[in-house]
């Protein structure tokens, strides 16, 4: 078969540092190629490069080439990327909120109809097919299995959703022959994301190449055709998958022995010294609401919430936060928290890390340090140097603080005054997480602690939050779409289903019990 | 259940009135000021109605740029400088009459097209700085305008017509007239008294949607609402118009008094097709989605440069032609102010109107010129009456215009925060 695309020797630096030294593999058509690495290995870099992104030229352009059909190509714009027949899901989401989903699947593809003007003006006047338009975006989801609404503005979707309202825009694209998914699974939940794969599999067997990036690695293996692993910006391994085991791309992504995970927190006895008693908890989160959640979290523990998307287990800390409307009572420490304002929970000495890292996040145009310490400066105005009246950010006494957190969670930087903007995607993550855990706070919630962090980070990262719970007692409450990670670090596991609490598990019981409260058979006890 | 749906009718209600807040706030302080005034009702609308096709053109050229995403067009002044140049360009080749115009027209095309350009350039490097950058834009310009046609217009630029020049040669005269075959050339094209052009516009709108239903029979396709319930609606304007003009003699005196050049109205509808079209096509897609989130559009492959500076050269050119109407209709301009205000003026009566920074359609810019102009009649009259002091109205003329810009944005503010609390009480 012919190769339909070839890295050769590929090199990029961002201002002297090098992210990509080297790398050379190639892809046929109807290939699924997975690419796998640590964060910051590079591998949004590549398909940066790949894609014509802007990026890449104001950073200083790359060496190497690139060669596409047999013939060399330089990709000055997405553009140009997209005439060549390459598409691209990015790491974020690339949709117009208000939009429909039918005029974002067929964005700057429009079916167009001539209008009296356009024929002797420019193309620019021509109308808009709607209906066309419609039934052709209709027709893509329908190929991928979804029913979505193509009449519908994005900003009313889930987000599960969002990720196949992209697919279906580059398939629809006539002359697809690569498709770049960029972390398409790390905002689905187990179940969408089988899904999901199963509509990848389709899309190559109908002829086009896919290159699919995951800290996933269980799907790596029973998607990918090959593997191609990055450690630093060095492809360190190029096989076929059935050459390959899970552990050997773990081992070699990160580059040492890495230690199986085991439950840490099974059996560990309480008093009932309640420090949070949440009571008939109502939050309107559009895609994820909660219609009655009552649940008690006792001082010193690690709680996990789990359920499926879309039944609300993540709407329960957002509107103890103040991010969506809520009803209902919450007591802290025994008294009632009025919830409705953000930043009361904040003051009260809980922190929180949303699972919408983009959207509540970071100022991704200032250093590492200062993101760290913004929100511990606002609360309880530590790091501030004095004059009278005024203060200041101190960066001199933030400096050891944030040092240790960058240590702590390995973050992939040049150092604390590296912008945030120009992180991988996993190191911004762990920057959110950072940012939380400084404040020392008594009652710490964190969403999705794992999304978009590679494996050997992951583990990193749990240990952490164990760590900190047992040497510092600071309570937290998980929630994560991976039961296995809620597993791993919990005390109690909720698992909410259609709104409210359906039970509440230990760490080591049966995997059936989880499945059956999940399924919304009611059952287990408190 | 029954509570159930007041309550929900109750945040209904909450929510339009929070949505319209601003526009709510100047209604009642126009009819306030109407009773206040205490002016014949044939003044009133005779004064509202020549403003209205003064001005509209005016505030519908602010639309597009609001689109992509670049906030409100202070730099339409630029558009308007192009129209006085065009002026002064005819004028000194002593043309008359509608020939004078259409001349204007011919020349302030393509400098206003420039100047679009070069606007739209600058607005790239400034980019979410687009409304102060138009600003200082407009008084950077100013310069350059005072400069040529202060200075430079007679020893320098040769002046043909010498009626256009101060006695010392240097620098042009002001205010310029146009002569008597220009002034209000469009709109004297055909004038019609206002009863007859409101019965005549909803006999239009009345046949326009009974003529859609008409073609949805033929083709046998399906009557949507949209239709249906348009006829029925237009039906209803025209009893209810029908009835208030039989019923009431002061208010058929006051529209049989006012006339209204047709002319003007035509083109002011064509602007409005224009641009209801441009939203319906590819560019006007294109535009949306610029505004929507330029990093998007561009990783789409949306040259998003190209389709602001297309936004802005648009916006200006609409504002050319729209001050265009402006000095016909006046008849003169002072030569180096009288586009100072244009951009200050459209952005608040389109504020009033309920647009924001990052909303508006030609609902706004019509309901916004009418309330906003209300107000400008109205203030010193009331002003006069109250406190015996016309002066105070003619302050408060000048200070509400300025305040309605900085009111109208701090409301929006207010308003998604308000917006928000309501939706608390909502929820299924
Ligand atoms: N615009 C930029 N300027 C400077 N350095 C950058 C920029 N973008 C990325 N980098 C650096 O390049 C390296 C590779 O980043 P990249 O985004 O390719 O990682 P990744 O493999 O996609 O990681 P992740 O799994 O976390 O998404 C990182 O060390 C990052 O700090
Ligand atoms: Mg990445």
Not at chain 1, 96 to 113: D, H, M, Q, S, W
Not at chain 1, 423 to 447: D, H, W, Y
Not at chain 1, 505 to 524: H, R, T, W
Not at chain 2, 11 to 27: M, S, Y
Request: charged residues 20%.
């Amino acid at each position: 078969m012919d190769t339909l695309l070839h890295f050769k020797n590929i090199k990029k630096s961002f201002s002297g540092n090098v992210v990509l030294d080297g790398v050379d593999f190639k892809i046929q058509p109807g290939q699924i190629v997975a690419l796998a690495g640590e964060n910051g290995a590079g591998k949004s870099t590549l398909m940066n490069i790949l894609f014509g992104m802007n990026v890449i030229a104001e950073t200083g352009g790359y060496e190497g080439e690139i060669i596409f059909e047999g013939k060399s190509v330089k990709v000055q714009s997405p553009l140009d990327a997209m005439e060549l027949g390459i598409g691209m899901v990015h790491q974020e989401f690339m949709l117009l909120p208000g939009f429909t989903v039918a005029r974002n699947i067929k964005l700057n593809r429009e079916n167009l109809i001539p209008s009296l003007i356009s024929r002797i003006t420019p193309k620019s006047y021509q109308m808009l097919d709607n209906p066309q338009i419609i039934k052709e975006a209709a027709g893509a989801l329908g190929r991928l299995g979804m029913e979505i609404n193509p009449e519908v503005t994005v900003d009313k979707l889930p987000v599960g959703h969002m990720q196949f309202v992209e697919i279906a825009r580059e398939i629809d694209k006539s002359n697809l022959k690569l498709l770049v998914l960029d972390e398409p699974t790390a905002v689905l939940t187990e179940s969408e994301a089988e899904r999901f794969l199963k509509c990848i599999r389709k899309v190559a067997d109908a002829g086009i190449a896919v290159i699919f990036i995951s800290h996933r690695l269980d799907e790596v293996i029973q998607l990918a055709d090959s593997v191609v692993i990055l450690r630093d910006g060095q492809m360190v391994f190029d096989e076929k998958t059935e050459n390959t085991d899970k552990h050997q791309i773990a081992e070699l992504m990160v580059g040492r022995k890495l230690e199986a995970e085991s439950l840490m927190n099974v059996n560990r006895s309480f008093e009932e010294d309640i420090i949070l008693e949440i009571k008939h908890l109502r939050v309107n989160m559009p895609g994820e609401r909660s219609r009655d959640v009552s649940l008690k979290v006792r001082r010193g523990e690690i709680l996990g919430i789990g359920g499926l998307a879309g039944h609300g287990k993540t709407s329960i800390s957002n509107g103890i936060f103040g991010m969506y409307p809520a009803r209902g009572s919450v007591h802290y420490k025994g008294r009632p928290l009025s919830f409705g304002k953000i930043g009361e929970a904040l003051n009260q000495g809980m922190a929180f890390v949303s699972e919408d890292r983009k959207g509540v996040g970071l100022l991704l145009n200032e250093s590492i340090a200062l993101n760290m310490v913004y929100t511990d400066m606002k609360v309880n105005r530590r790091f501030l140097k004095k004059y009278g009246f005024f203060s200041q950010f101190d960066k001199k006494s933030a400096r050891e603080v944030v040092e240790q957190m960058i240590q702590e969670l390995d973050i992939r930087c040049t150092g604390p005054d590296q912008i945030v903007g120009r992180l991988s995607g996993g190191n911004q993550q762990k920057v959110c997480m950072a940012r939380a855990l400084i404040t020392k706070p008594e009652l710490l919630f964190v969403s999705e602690p794992t999304r978009g962090i590679d494996i050997g980070a992951k583990q990193l990262l749990l240990n952490y939050l164990v760590k900190i719970n047992k040497e510092q007692g600071i309570t937290i409450v998980v929630t994560s779409s991976e039961l296995n990670e809620l597993r791993t670090i919990c005390d109690r596991i909720a698992i909410i289903g259609s709104g409210v609490v359906q039970g509440i598990l230990a760490p080591d019981a049966p995997n059936v019990d989880f499945a059956l409260l999940m399924s919304g058979e009611k059952g287990g006890n408190t | 259940m029954s509570s159930e749906k007041t309550s929900k009718a109750g945040v209904f209600v909450k929510k339009l009135l929070i949505n319209n807040a601003v526009t709510l706030l100047f209604f009642v302080i126009c009819i306030a000021g109407i009773i206040l005034a205490d002016q014949p009702m044939s003044y009133i609308i005779g004064e509202i109605s020549s403003r209205l096709f003064r001005n509209l053109i005016l505030i519908l050229a602010l639309l597009v740029p609001v689109w992509a995403g670049m906030g409100m067009n202070f730099s339409i002044v630029l558009g308007a400088m192009a129209a006085q140049i065009g002026i002064i360009v005819s004028t000194n080749f002593s043309l008359s009459g509608i020939a004078c115009l259409v001349v204007s027209f011919l020349v302030s095309i393509p400098l206003s097209l420039l100047f679009g350009n070069l606007t739209g350039r600058l607005f790239n490097q400034t980019k979410g700085q687009e409304m102060i950058t138009g600003m200082i834009l407009g008084f950077f310009a100013k310069g350059i305008y005072d400069l040529v046609f202060m200075f430079l217009c007679g020893p320098v630029i040769p002046v043909r017509n010498e009626s256009l020049l101060l006695t010392n040669g240097i620098g042009l005269t002001t205010p310029i007239n146009l002569d008597n075959a220009t002034k209000s050339a469009i709109n004297k094209i055909w004038m019609v008294s206002l009863d007859k052009a409101v019965y005549g516009v909803l006999f239009l709108i009345l046949l326009f949607f009974a003529a859609r239903m008409m073609g949805k029979m033929i083709k046998k396709q399906k009557i949507s609402g949209r239709e249906s319930s348009g006829l029925l609606a237009s039906v209803l304007v025209l009893a209810v118009f029908y009835l208030l003009c039989r019923s009431s003699e002061t208010f058929l005196f006051a529209l049989r008094f006012t006339d209204v050049p047709i002319a003007t109205g035509i083109l002011i509808v064509i602007v409005c097709i224009y641009i209801t079209f441009l939203s319906k096509t590819k560019l006007g897609s294109d535009i949306h989605a610029v505004g929507q989130s330029m990093p998007i559009a561009v990783s789409m492959g949306i040259p998003a440069d190209k389709i602001r500076i297309t936004a802005i050269m648009i916006s200006t050119l609409l504002a050319a032609l729209g001050q265009l109407i402006f000095i016909q209709d006046i008849g003169n301009f002072t030569t180096y102010t009288a586009h100072e205000n244009v951009g200050t003026f459209s952005i608040a009566a389109l504020l009033v109107g309920g647009a924001s920074i990052k909303k508006a359609n030609i609902g706004h810019a019509i309901l916004g010129a009418l309330l906003f102009h209300t107000m400008f009649i109205i203030s010193p009259l009331a002003g006069k009456n109250l406190f015996d002091n016309a002066q105070l109205g003619e302050y408060f003329r000048v200070f509400v215009c300025y305040a309605v810009i900085a009111v109208a944005l701090a409301l929006h503010a207010w308003k998604s925060v308000l917006a928000r609390r309501v939706e608390e009480g909502e929820e299924e």
